[in-house]
């Protein structure tokens, strides 16, 4: 059956390196993902301002050549992708997830319920970091897409994006760098309007707060200890947020 067409769109759209009518259809697909199953081609056209052709040639590189039976895929994997999600959060332990990677802080828990309340509240999340801690954060994205929410990563390329009042940014990097230089290349780009929080190693930026918020793990510039620890607090994020938030 191969992956389920969710993993799929993510594979091109973080993979890419082309602002193109293949990225903004993805972009699209997963601004729209709980409720895409219901419109039609042309419908998909009017509302992404992407050609009915543009949008089958891309679809072709997925292995569909009807829109419709990309349709009925989709339908059937949004209730598989939900179906896993309730399997996978059976019985799980959130301290034991914490005590793991030894996050020493008291209040981790209370911060990653008020991360999660912060996504619940946005119209879209945006994930900015360097390449390996973006790696780590497609599960947390595949879930949260799966839940309704928009949640992309920035890309140095994609001079389309514009940080709006409703966005939530989050920053994960270990020695701050990666939230520098995209600070530095994209100087366009306030963080007046959106909520923002970075995660790091870097005990500096609880002072410097350029972000709203700021959660600080243990380690100093431990690049695979950090990466352990955020692969760990976004599992936390996944598991809270479908309590809270989902689960019926």
């Known amino acids: 059956m191969g992956d389920v067409l969710l993993a799929r769109i993510l594979k091109y759209l973080n993979g890419t390196l ?3 009518d293949g990225y903004r259809f993805c972009v699209f697909f997963i601004k729209n993902y709980v409720g895409f199953y219901k419109l039609t081609l042309s419908q998909v ?27 009925t895929r989709l339908y059937q994997d949004v209730i598989l992708r939900m179906d896993q999600i309730r399997a996978r959060m059976i019985g799980i332990d959130l ?5 793991r990677v030894h996050l020493e802080n008291d209040g981790i828990l209370d911060m990653i319920k008020g991360i999660c309340h912060d996504i619940h509240q946005s119209k879209r999340v945006i994930l900015v970091g360097a390449l390996y801690p973006m790696s780590i954060s497609v599960e947390l994205q595949t879930d949260l897409i799966t839940f309704g929410k928009e949640v992309i990563q920035y890309h140095s ?28 290349q994209k100087q366009h780009l306030s963080l007046d309007n959106p ?5 790091t190693q870097n005990q500096t930026y609880e002072k410097r707060m350029i972000t709203k918020k700021t959660l600080r793990v243990p380690g100093k ?28």
Do not use: C, K, P
């Open 157 to 184: 390329y994609d001079n389309e994006l514009t940080f709006e009042e409703g966005d939530y940014v989050i920053f994960i990097s270990a020695t701050g760098r990666a939230m520098e230089n995209f600070l530095y």
């Open 195 to 199: 909520q923002s929080l970075l995660i």
């Open 221 to 248: 510039f431990d690049s695979i200890n950090f990466n352990y620890q955020i692969m760990t607090i976004f599992d936390l994020i996944r598991v809270i947020y479908y309590q809270t938030y989902q689960q019926i």
């Open 45 to 71: 056209s009017e509302q992404s301002g992407i050609s009915e052709e543009a949008i089958l040639e891309f679809l072709t590189h997925l292995g569909f050549y009807r829109f419709d039976d990309f349709q």
């Open 95 to 99: 301290q034991e997830l914490v005590d």
């Open 18 to 20: 082309f602002l193109d």
